[in-house]
Protein backbone atom coordinates (compact mmCIF):
# COMPACT_ATOMS: atom_id res chain seq x y z
CA UNK A 1 0.00 0.00 0.00
CA UNK A 2 2.63 2.43 1.12
CA UNK A 3 4.55 2.30 -2.97
CA UNK A 4 0.94 2.33 -4.06
CA UNK A 5 0.36 5.85 -2.43
CA UNK A 6 4.09 6.81 -3.89
CA UNK A 7 3.84 6.10 -7.14
CA UNK A 8 -0.03 7.45 -7.21
CA UNK A 9 1.85 10.61 -5.58
CA UNK A 10 4.33 10.97 -7.99
CA UNK A 11 2.36 10.10 -11.47
CA UNK A 12 -0.33 12.75 -10.46
CA UNK A 13 2.73 15.28 -9.55
CA UNK A 14 4.23 14.70 -12.51
CA UNK A 15 0.96 15.04 -14.71
CA UNK A 16 -0.34 18.00 -12.99
CA UNK A 17 3.00 20.10 -13.59
CA UNK A 18 4.10 18.86 -17.18
CA UNK A 19 0.86 19.59 -18.85
CA UNK A 20 1.60 23.55 -18.15
CA UNK A 21 2.74 23.94 -21.60
CA UNK A 22 4.42 22.20 -24.36
CA UNK A 23 8.42 21.98 -23.02
CA UNK A 24 9.06 19.85 -26.05
CA UNK A 25 12.01 22.06 -28.51
CA UNK A 26 11.90 21.46 -32.05
CA UNK A 27 12.86 18.03 -33.43
CA UNK A 28 14.66 17.46 -36.42
CA UNK A 29 14.82 13.32 -36.13
CA UNK A 30 12.38 10.94 -34.88
CA UNK A 31 9.96 11.85 -31.81
CA UNK A 32 9.98 8.84 -29.02
CA UNK A 33 8.05 9.56 -26.19
CA UNK A 34 8.67 6.83 -23.03
CA UNK A 35 6.97 7.08 -19.76
CA UNK A 36 8.29 10.63 -18.17
CA UNK A 37 10.70 11.32 -20.96
CA UNK A 38 10.57 12.44 -25.13
CA UNK A 39 13.30 12.49 -27.13
CA UNK A 40 14.39 13.22 -30.82
CA UNK A 41 16.25 10.57 -32.31
CA UNK A 42 19.29 11.36 -34.91
CA UNK A 43 19.73 8.35 -36.98
CA UNK A 44 22.37 9.48 -39.28
CA UNK A 45 24.32 9.86 -35.43
CA UNK A 46 22.46 7.23 -33.93
CA UNK A 47 22.22 8.67 -30.38
CA UNK A 48 19.03 11.76 -29.76
CA UNK A 49 19.27 15.37 -30.79
CA UNK A 50 17.68 15.95 -27.32
CA UNK A 51 16.13 14.51 -24.39
CA UNK A 52 12.99 16.60 -22.68
CA UNK A 53 11.52 15.90 -18.98
CA UNK A 54 10.25 17.40 -16.22
CA UNK A 55 11.76 17.19 -13.23
CA UNK A 56 10.01 17.76 -9.58
CA UNK A 57 10.99 17.11 -6.15
CA UNK A 58 9.00 13.60 -4.93
CA UNK A 59 10.37 12.42 -8.49
CA UNK A 60 14.34 13.23 -6.57
CA UNK A 61 13.32 10.51 -3.80
CA UNK A 62 15.56 7.40 -4.46
CA UNK A 63 13.49 4.91 -3.75
CA UNK A 64 14.74 1.60 -5.71
CA UNK A 65 18.32 0.06 -5.78
CA UNK A 66 20.11 1.22 -9.10
CA UNK A 67 19.79 -2.02 -11.56
CA UNK A 68 21.47 -1.46 -14.60
CA UNK A 69 19.58 -2.89 -18.26
CA UNK A 70 21.62 -1.36 -21.12
CA UNK A 71 18.84 -1.97 -23.96
CA UNK A 72 18.17 -1.22 -27.78
CA UNK A 73 15.00 0.85 -27.96
CA UNK A 74 12.17 -1.02 -29.92
CA UNK A 75 10.50 2.48 -30.29
CA UNK A 76 13.39 3.69 -32.61
CA UNK A 77 11.95 2.57 -36.53
CA UNK A 78 15.42 2.33 -37.67
CA UNK A 79 16.81 0.64 -34.50
CA UNK A 80 19.09 2.32 -32.08
CA UNK A 81 22.77 1.35 -31.58
CA UNK A 82 23.52 -1.34 -28.86
CA UNK A 83 25.53 -1.31 -25.38
CA UNK A 84 27.98 -3.57 -27.70
CA UNK A 85 28.69 -0.47 -29.47
CA UNK A 86 29.56 1.27 -26.66
CA UNK A 87 31.66 -1.35 -25.52
CA UNK A 88 33.42 -1.98 -28.44
CA UNK A 89 35.59 2.10 -27.14
CA UNK A 90 36.84 1.24 -24.00
CA UNK A 91 37.70 4.58 -23.38
CA UNK A 92 34.14 5.91 -23.50
CA UNK A 93 30.70 5.01 -21.25
CA UNK A 94 27.32 4.62 -22.91
CA UNK A 95 26.10 8.57 -20.95
CA UNK A 96 23.16 8.66 -19.81
CA UNK A 97 21.30 12.24 -20.95
CA UNK A 98 18.56 10.91 -18.81
CA UNK A 99 20.49 10.40 -15.86
CA UNK A 100 19.28 6.99 -14.02
CA UNK A 101 19.04 8.53 -10.30
CA UNK A 102 16.41 11.20 -11.52
CA UNK A 103 13.90 8.19 -11.88
CA UNK A 104 14.85 5.87 -9.19
CA UNK A 105 11.26 6.59 -7.70
CA UNK A 106 9.71 3.73 -10.12
CA UNK A 107 11.15 1.15 -11.46
CA UNK A 108 10.26 0.95 -14.95
CA UNK A 109 10.68 4.74 -15.08
CA UNK A 110 14.64 3.73 -14.06
CA UNK A 111 14.44 1.11 -16.31
CA UNK A 112 13.81 3.15 -19.65
CA UNK A 113 16.50 5.63 -18.80
CA UNK A 114 18.82 2.58 -19.70
CA UNK A 115 17.70 2.78 -23.32
CA UNK A 116 20.16 3.08 -25.95
CA UNK A 117 18.23 5.82 -27.46
CA UNK A 118 19.12 7.77 -24.07
CA UNK A 119 22.87 7.06 -24.32
CA UNK A 120 25.85 9.38 -26.31
CA UNK A 121 29.64 8.41 -25.99
CA UNK A 122 30.92 10.72 -22.88
CA UNK A 123 34.55 9.87 -22.67
CA UNK A 124 34.88 7.95 -18.75
CA UNK A 125 36.90 10.78 -17.58
CA UNK A 126 33.91 13.67 -18.17
CA UNK A 127 30.90 10.96 -17.60
CA UNK A 128 32.42 10.03 -14.05
CA UNK A 129 33.40 13.75 -13.25
CA UNK A 130 32.00 16.94 -14.82
CA UNK A 131 28.81 15.44 -16.14
CA UNK A 132 28.41 13.43 -13.07
CA UNK A 133 28.41 16.60 -11.38
CA UNK A 134 26.38 18.20 -13.17
CA UNK A 135 23.52 15.48 -12.94
CA UNK A 136 24.35 16.10 -9.21
CA UNK A 137 23.46 19.98 -9.60
CA UNK A 138 20.62 19.94 -11.83
CA UNK A 139 18.59 17.03 -8.87
CA UNK A 140 19.67 20.19 -6.41
CA UNK A 141 18.37 22.74 -8.40
CA UNK A 142 15.04 21.13 -9.23
CA UNK A 143 14.56 20.13 -5.59
CA UNK A 144 15.34 24.17 -4.58
CA UNK A 145 13.19 25.46 -7.40
CA UNK A 146 10.05 22.75 -6.47
CA UNK A 147 11.01 21.62 -10.23
CA UNK A 148 12.22 21.85 -13.29
CA UNK A 149 12.19 21.17 -16.88
CA UNK A 150 14.91 19.79 -18.44
CA UNK A 151 16.47 19.43 -21.81
CA UNK A 152 19.63 18.12 -22.99
CA UNK A 153 21.65 16.57 -25.14
CA UNK A 154 24.90 16.01 -27.30
CA UNK A 155 26.23 18.85 -29.92
CA UNK A 156 25.76 16.85 -33.06
CA UNK A 157 27.19 19.79 -35.16
CA UNK A 158 30.12 19.43 -33.45
CA UNK A 159 31.39 15.70 -33.53
CA UNK A 160 34.41 14.16 -34.31
CA UNK A 161 34.86 10.71 -35.14
CA UNK A 162 32.85 7.46 -34.14
CA UNK A 163 32.43 4.47 -32.14
CA UNK A 164 30.76 1.72 -32.33
CA UNK A 165 30.58 -2.04 -34.43
CA UNK A 166 26.75 -2.52 -36.10
CA UNK A 167 26.62 0.97 -35.65
CA UNK A 168 28.57 3.75 -36.23
CA UNK A 169 27.27 6.48 -33.74
CA UNK A 170 29.24 9.71 -33.65
CA UNK A 171 31.30 11.31 -30.96
CA UNK A 172 30.12 14.95 -30.05
CA UNK A 173 32.60 17.54 -29.00
CA UNK A 174 29.95 18.75 -26.40
CA UNK A 175 27.06 18.72 -24.49
CA UNK A 176 24.48 20.93 -23.19
CA UNK A 177 22.00 21.04 -20.80
CA UNK A 178 18.28 24.09 -20.20
CA UNK A 179 16.90 24.18 -17.18
CA UNK A 180 13.59 25.68 -16.80
CA UNK A 181 12.06 26.93 -14.25
CA UNK A 182 7.88 27.96 -15.14
CA UNK A 183 5.52 28.73 -12.79
CA UNK A 184 2.56 31.65 -11.88
CA UNK A 185 5.23 32.98 -9.76
CA UNK A 186 8.35 32.75 -11.32
CA UNK A 187 9.81 32.09 -15.12
CA UNK A 188 13.42 31.68 -15.19
CA UNK A 189 16.11 29.38 -17.39
CA UNK A 190 19.53 29.09 -17.51
CA UNK A 191 22.20 26.77 -20.04
CA UNK A 192 25.35 25.19 -19.70
CA UNK A 193 27.71 23.82 -22.51
CA UNK A 194 30.25 21.71 -21.47
CA UNK A 195 33.43 20.32 -23.68
CA UNK A 196 33.76 15.99 -23.60
CA UNK A 197 36.99 16.07 -21.71
CA UNK A 198 38.21 16.10 -18.43
CA UNK A 199 38.09 19.71 -16.70
CA UNK A 200 38.72 21.49 -13.46
CA UNK A 201 36.80 24.91 -14.02
CA UNK A 202 33.87 25.39 -11.71
CA UNK A 203 30.10 25.02 -13.13
CA UNK A 204 29.56 28.86 -13.28
CA UNK A 205 32.12 29.53 -16.02
CA UNK A 206 29.98 27.04 -18.29
CA UNK A 207 26.90 28.78 -18.13
CA UNK A 208 25.87 30.46 -21.18
CA UNK A 209 22.62 32.16 -22.90
CA UNK A 210 19.75 29.71 -24.15
CA UNK A 211 20.18 31.42 -27.41
CA UNK A 212 24.13 30.30 -27.53
CA UNK A 213 22.70 26.47 -27.48
CA UNK A 214 20.09 27.51 -30.28
CA UNK A 215 22.88 28.81 -32.21
CA UNK A 216 25.06 25.77 -31.75
CA UNK A 217 22.49 22.97 -32.49
CA UNK A 218 20.10 24.18 -34.55
CA UNK A 219 17.05 23.71 -31.98
CA UNK A 220 14.26 26.15 -31.10
CA UNK A 221 14.15 25.21 -27.35
CA UNK A 222 10.57 26.16 -25.78
CA UNK A 223 8.91 27.17 -29.30
CA UNK A 224 5.54 27.18 -27.41
CA UNK A 225 6.52 30.49 -25.63
CA UNK A 226 5.22 33.81 -26.92
CA UNK A 227 7.68 35.45 -28.63
CA UNK A 228 8.28 38.18 -25.63
CA UNK A 229 8.42 35.91 -23.11
CA UNK A 230 11.20 33.63 -25.31
CA UNK A 231 13.75 36.57 -25.87
CA UNK A 232 13.13 37.81 -22.17
CA UNK A 233 14.26 34.31 -20.87
CA UNK A 234 16.57 32.93 -23.72
CA UNK A 235 18.99 35.79 -24.30
CA UNK A 236 20.77 35.69 -21.23
CA UNK A 237 21.31 33.16 -17.92
CA UNK A 238 21.19 35.32 -14.92
CA UNK A 239 23.57 33.53 -12.36
CA UNK A 240 22.36 35.44 -9.76
CA UNK A 241 18.95 33.52 -9.63
CA UNK A 242 20.34 29.87 -9.52
CA UNK A 243 22.29 28.30 -6.28
CA UNK A 244 25.18 26.29 -7.60
CA UNK A 245 25.86 24.50 -4.28
CA UNK A 246 25.13 20.87 -3.48
CA UNK A 247 23.69 20.53 0.02
CA UNK A 248 21.08 17.66 -0.30
CA UNK A 249 21.55 13.79 -1.09
CA UNK A 250 18.43 11.72 0.19
CA UNK A 251 15.62 14.88 -0.50
CA UNK A 252 13.77 13.92 2.38
CA UNK A 253 13.63 10.50 1.66
CA UNK A 254 14.54 8.38 4.71
CA UNK A 255 13.32 4.66 4.22
CA UNK A 256 15.44 1.52 3.22
CA UNK A 257 15.76 1.67 -0.51
CA UNK A 258 14.42 -1.34 -2.51
CA UNK A 259 15.05 -3.90 -5.06
CA UNK A 260 13.37 -4.00 -7.94
CA UNK A 261 11.60 -7.20 -9.04
CA UNK A 262 10.14 -8.48 -12.33
CA UNK A 263 6.91 -7.23 -10.61
CA UNK A 264 7.73 -4.06 -10.54
CA UNK A 265 8.54 -3.14 -14.01
CA UNK A 266 6.61 -3.18 -17.11
CA UNK A 267 9.70 -3.50 -19.33
CA UNK A 268 11.74 -6.67 -19.43
CA UNK A 269 15.71 -6.60 -18.61
CA UNK A 270 18.33 -8.96 -20.52
CA UNK A 271 21.71 -7.47 -20.41
CA UNK A 272 22.87 -9.81 -22.83
CA UNK A 273 20.37 -8.95 -25.63
CA UNK A 274 22.96 -6.77 -27.45
CA UNK A 275 25.78 -9.27 -27.16
CA UNK A 276 27.10 -11.83 -29.72
CA UNK A 277 26.43 -15.22 -28.68
CA UNK A 278 29.55 -16.79 -30.00
CA UNK A 279 27.72 -20.50 -30.07
CA UNK A 280 25.01 -19.42 -32.02
CA UNK A 281 25.99 -16.33 -34.05
CA UNK A 282 26.19 -16.29 -37.87
CA UNK A 283 29.23 -16.09 -39.19
CA UNK A 284 28.42 -12.44 -40.71
CA UNK A 285 27.53 -11.44 -36.91
CA UNK A 286 31.01 -12.92 -36.11
CA UNK A 287 32.92 -10.96 -38.75
CA UNK A 288 31.14 -7.69 -37.60
CA UNK A 289 33.41 -8.01 -34.11
CA UNK A 290 36.44 -5.98 -34.43
CA UNK A 291 39.61 -7.86 -35.83
CA UNK A 292 37.31 -10.86 -36.49
CA UNK A 293 37.69 -11.12 -40.64
CA UNK A 294 36.13 -14.52 -42.39
CA UNK A 295 39.38 -16.89 -41.41
CA UNK A 296 38.88 -16.45 -37.88
CA UNK A 297 34.85 -16.13 -38.12
CA UNK A 298 34.73 -19.57 -39.14
CA UNK A 299 37.43 -20.94 -37.05
CA UNK A 300 35.17 -19.75 -34.18
CA UNK A 301 32.26 -21.89 -35.77
CA UNK A 302 34.74 -24.88 -36.38
CA UNK A 303 35.32 -25.33 -32.41
CA UNK A 304 32.33 -24.48 -30.75
CA UNK A 305 30.62 -24.81 -28.72
CA UNK A 306 32.48 -22.93 -25.83
CA UNK A 307 32.12 -23.54 -22.18
CA UNK A 308 33.29 -19.86 -21.76
CA UNK A 309 34.50 -17.04 -22.84
CA UNK A 310 37.92 -17.20 -22.35
CA UNK A 311 38.22 -20.91 -24.25
CA UNK A 312 37.93 -18.57 -27.43
CA UNK A 313 41.52 -17.74 -26.69
CA UNK A 314 42.43 -21.01 -28.05
CA UNK A 315 40.76 -20.18 -31.69
CA UNK A 316 43.79 -20.12 -34.06
CA UNK A 317 44.91 -16.35 -34.87
CA UNK A 318 43.20 -14.60 -32.04
CA UNK A 319 45.10 -13.59 -29.48
CA UNK A 320 45.40 -11.30 -26.68
CA UNK A 321 44.78 -8.10 -28.02
CA UNK A 322 41.61 -9.26 -29.89
CA UNK A 323 40.04 -10.78 -27.32
CA UNK A 324 40.32 -7.82 -25.15
CA UNK A 325 38.68 -5.80 -27.72
CA UNK A 326 35.44 -7.72 -28.27
CA UNK A 327 35.31 -9.74 -24.74
CA UNK A 328 32.79 -6.78 -23.30
CA UNK A 329 30.45 -7.47 -26.78
CA UNK A 330 30.05 -11.78 -26.66
CA UNK A 331 28.63 -14.01 -24.51
CA UNK A 332 28.13 -17.64 -24.45
CA UNK A 333 24.65 -17.93 -22.88
Same mark, same amino acid.
Given at each position: MRKLIIIYFLLFSQATYSQKFNYLPTSNGELIKHTYYSLSYIEKHEQPEWVAYYLSP?? +? #? #???????SFKADPSVSTNSATYADYKSAPDFDAGHLLPCRQMQFDCTSMSETFFMSNMSPQRSSFNRHKWAYLEKLERNMAWRNNGLYVVTGPVLTRVSGTIGVSNKISIPEYYYKVFLRYDGTEKKAIAFILPNRKEGKPFEKYVVSVDSVESLTGIDFFPAFDDILEDKLEAYSDKSKWSFSNPNANFGYTSEVLKCTSADATIEVDNNADLININI =? /? &??? +?? /? +??? &?? =??KAQAIIDMRPFENIENILNVPGIGQATYTKIKGMITIK
Open positions: DM +L #K #KVYERKD =A /S &ISD +LQ /S +LPG &IG =AS
